[in-house]
């Protein structure tokens, strides 16, 4: 977290117990503490109205089995690469 507040100059747009949120221009990059991690993962926080009608156009499969979304209306999905991605309201 110190690195992109204090090395790349990040401000931070929000705090939650396990995640940070940067301002990365018209974005924010979020960053989530997880205690047994083996590796480095981006995952991509895509915004809809219709956040079905989104997984449709973006052709990926429905990846439910990644992380419960207790209150968030959306849905996980991934790029042809494997990028994580949810696609929710905002």
């Known amino acids: ?10 401000t931070v747009a929000k705090t939650l117990t396990n ?5 990365f221009g018209e974005m924010t ?30 052709g990926g499969p429905r ?3 990644l992380e419960p979304l207790d209150g968030v209306n959306g849905l996980w999905t991934c790029d042809p690469a494997g990028v994580v991605l949810l696609v929710r309201n905002e």
């Open 1 to 10: 977290m110190a690195y992109y507040r204090d090395k790349v100059g990040l």
């Open 19 to 23: 995640s940070v949120g940067f301002t």
């Open 29 to 58: 990059l979020w960053i989530d503490r997880v205690a047994h991690q083996s590796q480095v993962d981006v995952w991509l926080e895509l915004f809809s109205d219709e956040p079905d009608q989104a997984l449709e156009r973006l």
């Open 63 to 65: 990846r439910d089995e």
